[in-house]
């Protein structure tokens, strides 16, 4: 099981909903990331947070907008998908900051569907 | 900009024998490198991760050799199981980068 705690685990929504994905972690890392996966394709960055502070956002369209609430929960709200955003959306999180020698822990992610 | 890739898409092994999965990279400046196994329907899992200053470490089961030289990864499972079929990714960082490069991925299948 992974320490990196993701829901919810399937996520079917229209182009004009608006929905929320949510990440939990419990380990104290302080660095906390999302990830797009399309399938058979590696994780792509979408956004860093270091100390709960948004430190890189990978030119993600607007209709992605991240929030870290405190430094354990990461959240990602969707506003107006397009149908090429279904994908698998993975949360991860480090000790420190993003760019120390830690590795990386990933949830099992949220499977988005734009119907 | 640079990346890791990976030798082999796919790769079928009997159970029982040695896996070696190959990843080679264009940074120079990597200076950490860790492997993911990802199973269907899962998140990438860690596996094993090395620095630049190490040329080889091991875990359970699994090995990991580093040649800077030629720029090369690798990863050696040993007494392949039903449970190590995955896809295995390889991902690299530089120095005061904040973004892990992940390679394409290798797909294993092991054989009963």
């Known amino acids: 099981d992974t320490e990196v705690t993701q829901t919810p685990k399937h996520l079917v929504m229209g182009m004009t909903n608006k929905k929320s994905l949510k990440c939990e972690q419990h380990?104290?890392?302080?660095?906390m990331y999302w990830y797009k996966q399309k399938a058979k394709k590696p994780p792509e960055l979408m956004f860093v947070y270091s100390y709960e502070k948004l430190s890189i956002n990978e030119s993600v369209p607007s209709r992605f907008s991240p929030e870290c609430p405190n430094s354990s929960l990461l959240n990602l709200h969707l506003h107006a998908l397009q149908p090429e955003d279904s994908a698998l959306y993975l949360c991860?999180?480090?000790?420190?900051?993003?760019?120390?020698?830690?590795?990386?822990?990933f949830g099992d992610g949220t499977r988005l569907s734009i119907l | 900009g640079e990346s890791v890739g990976l030798h082999l898409p796919t790769l079928s092994v009997q159970e029982g024998d040695n896996s070696i999965i190959n990843c080679a990279y264009s940074?120079?400046?990597?200076?950490?490198f860790i492997w993911y196994k990802q199973e269907s329907g899962k998140g990438p899992q860690f596996i094993i991760d090395?620095?630049?200053?190490?040329d080889k470490r091991q875990g359970q089961r699994v090995t990991v050799l580093l040649n800077k030289t030629v720029k090369h990864l690798s990863l050696q499972i040993a007494a392949t199981q039903p449970g190590d079929s995955a896809v295995y990714f390889c991902a690299e960082r530089g120095t005061n980068d904040y973004k892990l490069s992940f390679g394409a991925g290798t797909t294993v299948t092991v054989r009963a």
């Open positions: 380990m104290g890392h302080r660095a």
């Open positions: 090395i620095r630049s200053n190490m």
């Open positions: 940074n120079s400046a990597s200076d950490y």
């Open positions: 991860a999180s480090s000790r420190e900051r993003e760019n120390s020698n830690q590795p990386q822990h």
